[in-house]
């Protein structure tokens, strides 16, 4: 079901880009800050209020000067607890909106993808699998012409793994998400 849904968004996605005369691709690369994860529900690794760091790249494919379809890979770090680390890889695709001029641009987003949980116990790995949303805003200032310095603060909204089958186990954790970095406009 998973692939059906990504197979159409991808041609309605294509389709668009190709009835469009303006065009613009954004290439971004920056650091991020998750805040406030909180996970509960197995004894000896449980979190409140943790943060964490990590980094990505991303691209935004602009049909109009303030309609995007933008995608962002994230690598983050995790939480280390009782010898038990949890990373996270997040890749997310959704809309970006930007009201732009010449020296500000700045925009709003929100899309959806998925989570890999990488969980490491004494050298032996997990995976586990997990949706993911992001919505926010943010801006970008102009430091040369096609280069631009970019700050985002939104939610990050994760499915969380599944170590147990306990019911007082949370299955969704709710963050903000800060990200800086450049991001280069052709």
């Not at 964490?52 to 995608?71: D, T």
């Not at 890979?73 to 695709?93: D, H, M, P, Y």
């Not at 998925?114 to 949303?133: A, K, M, P």
């Amino acid at each position: 079901m998973r692939l059906l849904i990504t197979v159409v968004v991808l041609s309605l996605a294509f389709s668009l880009c190709l009835a469009q005369e303006y065009s613009e691709v954004e290439f971004q690369g920056y650091y991020q800050r998750v805040q406030g994860f909180d996970f509960r529900g197995v004894a000896g690794f449980e979190f409140e209020g943790e943060g964490f760091n990590g980094g990505g790249f991303g691209f935004v494919y602009n049909l109009n000067p303030y309609f995007g379809i933008f995608s962002q890979t994230s690598f983050l770090a995790g939480v280390e607890q009782s010898g038990l680390k949890l990373r996270f890889i997040n890749q997310a695709q959704g809309v970006k909106l930007t009201k732009r001029s010449d020296a500000i641009n700045v925009f709003a987003k929100g899309g959806v993808g998925f989570v890999r949980h990488v969980l490491d116990f004494q050298g032996q790995e997990g995976v586990d699998y997990g949706t993911s949303f992001v919505f926010g805003g943010g801006t970008e200032i102009k430091i040369q012409e096609g280069m631009f310095l970019m700050l985002d603060f939104s939610r990050y909204i994760t499915g969380l793994p599944r170590l147990t089958s306990a019911e007082n186990r949370d299955g969704w954790d709710s963050s903000w998400l800060i990200t800086t970095g450049i991001s280069f406009q052709f």
